[in-house]
C-alpha cells in the first residue's frame, strides 16, 4: 500500500517535471514551469522520506541541511559570467552522489547480486566516476584554474578507447565472478583518470560542446542509478535529462561543423595545424578613434550588436546597453545577434543581455538576424571572433571553414571592437578585419563601451 | 536470466528518451542556459536514491557514501532551482521597464511580449 501511494507521488512528480520543462519553451512560461518542476521536486523527496527502509533521519537531516548551505550560496552569489563553471560543477556532483551509491550497493550486496545486476551497477559507477572527474576538469579550465589549452599527446585517442574497452572488460568479468572486488575497484579509478583524460584535449573555445555533452552524461548516470536501484523517476529524469544533453551538444556541433561522431569519442578541439609561417598581419587595418565611431554610430538608423566571449571577459555588457539606450533615444532601432556558439555555455550571450537588462525582443539568433544585415547601417562586433570570421566561408584551408557564421559584412559598416589584433581562441587569423566595410576601435571592450556612449551622449 | 523489471525499466528510458527529445526541441535557444540549470536541478533527483542509502542503516559504509550523496545531490537541487530562477528572472519583454521583475514579466507580456520574441517564434517554426 505504501509502496503504491510512493510510486503515484513519482509518476506524479514525473508530469510536473515534463510540465516544467515545457515552460521552457518560451521566457513569459518559463518561471510557472520552474515552479512546478520544483513541486514535483518536493513531492518526490517527501514521499521518499517515508520508504521504509529508512530508520534514522539523522544523517538524511544533515546531508540535507549541508547540501543547502553549500548550494544556496553557490547559486545565489556567483556572477552570471560564471554559470558555464556552476553548470560543470553540479554535473560533477550528480555524478559523484551516483557513483556512490552504487558503490554502496556493490559493497552491501556484493556475492548476492546477479550477474546482470553487477553488470548494471559497474556501468553505473563507471559513467559515474567519469563524468565526475570529467566534469571537474572542465570546471577548472572554465574557471581558468587549469590551463585553456588543449593538452595531446601521440596515440591519445588510441589510448582512451583501451582504457574504455579495459573497464568495459572488468564489468564483463564481475558479470561472471561478481565476488571479484578487486576488479571493481580497478575499474572504478580506470572511470575517474579515463575522466579527466577524456578532457585534457580539449580547449576552451569548445566549451560549449563539453558542457552540453557533459550534462547528457550526466542524465545518463542518473538513468543508470535508476535502473539500479528500480527507480522509475530516476529513469525517467535521468532519459529526460541526457536527450536534453544530447540535443544541445547536437546543436552546438553544429553552430561549430563538427561531426557528432567526433563528439561521441571526444577527439574534438584539436584544431588542425595552420600552414607554417603564417602571416604576421601585415595588411593594413582601418583604425578609427572614439569621437568617429560615435559621430558613425549617431546616424545610424538601425544597429546591430554582435557580442562573443570577449565581452564576457571585461564584464562589459551593462555598458553595451548604455551604447545602446543612447542610439534608441536617437531614434535607431537596435538589435543584437547571437550565435549558438558565443560564449562558454549554450545561450551563455543571451544570460549576460538579460542581465543587463536587454528586453529578449532585441535578441536574435543566427539565421534570422542573417537576413537582417543587408538592410543594417552599422554593426558592432564586441568581443567576438571567431563566429564573424568570413573565413568559414571563403577559405577552404582553414579550420573553421564551412561554420556557419554571422554575416557581419553584409551590413554597410562594421566596427569591431577588440583588444588587439590578437587572432582569437582558435587561432585563426581573421579577414574581416582587413575588410574595406571595416573600422577597427581597439582597446578594452568595457572601457570602450563607457567611452563611446560618453561620446555619444554628448 | 533478466528479470522482468530491468525489461520495463527499459521502455519507461526509451519511451521518455523521446519525450524529451520533443520538450527540448522545442526550448527557445534564448533559454538554453537555464535549461541545462533546470535539467541539473532534475537531475538532482538522484537524491531520493540517495536519502534511503543514508537513512537505511545497512552498515557504517552504506551510511557514509550515502550522507555525501544527499549533501551532492541536494546541492543540484537547491542551487540549480536558485540559479535557474535567478536566471529566468532576467529575461524580459520590450516595454516592460518596470524595475519589480515580476510586473514586467506578467504585464509585458502580454502587451509587447505576444508572439514577438523573435527566438521563441523561429524555435516553434522550425
Known sequence: MQRNLLQLCYLLSAILFIMGLRGLSHPRTARRGMFLAELGMLLAIIGSLLHHDIIDYKWIAAGLVLGTLIGAPLAIWIPMTAVPQRTALSHSFGALAASLIGISEYYRHGAALGSVRVGVIGIEVMLGSLTFT???MAAGKLQGI??????????????????????????????????????????????????????LPIGAADMPVVIALLNSYAGLTDAAMGFMLDNKIQIITGSLDGSSGLILSILMCRAMNRSITNVLFGAFGKVQERPAGHQESTKPVRQVSIEEAAEILGTARSVVFVPGYGMAVSQAQHRVKEVADVLKSKGAQVRYGIHPVAGRMPGHMNVLLAEANVPYDELYDMDQINSLFPETDVVLVVGANDVVNPAAKR?????????????????????????????????I?????????????FGDAKDTMMKLAAALKS | MIDIGLIGDLYIFVLAGFLGYQLISRVSPLLHTPLMSATNAISGISLV????????????VSTALGFIAVTASTINVVGGFLITDRILKMFRPAGGDGRSPKGAASGGAGSAGDGRSPQGAASKGK
Open chain 1, 134 to 136: 570529467g566534469s571537474l
Open chain 1, 429 to 441: 587569423d581573421n579577414e574581416l578585419y582587413y575588410g574595406d566595410k571595416t573600422l577597427m576601435l
Open chain 1, 146 to 199: 587549469i590551463g585553456g589549452f588543449p593538452i595531446t599527446f601521440r596515440g591519445q585517442n588510441f589510448f582512451n578507447l583501451s582504457l574504455l574497452g579495459g573497464m568495459l572488460a572488468l564489468i564483463v568479468a564481475l558479470m561472471f565472478i561478481p565476488t571479484a572486488t578487486t576488479a571493481f575497484y580497478s575499474m572504478v579509478g580506470l572511470a575517474l583518470f579515463f575522466g579527466i583524460l577524456l578532457i
Open chain 1, 395 to 427: 577559405t577552404p584551408g582553414s579550420p573553421i571553414y564551412g561554420m556557419p557564421i554571422l554575416e557581419v559584412e553584409k551590413a554597410r559598416i562594421v566596427i569591431v571592437s577588440k583588444r588587439s589584433l590578437n587572432p582569437g581562441f582558435a587561432g
Open chain 2, 49 to 60: 536514491g540517495s536519502l534511503v542509502v543514508a537513512g537505511a542503516g545497512y552498515n557504517e
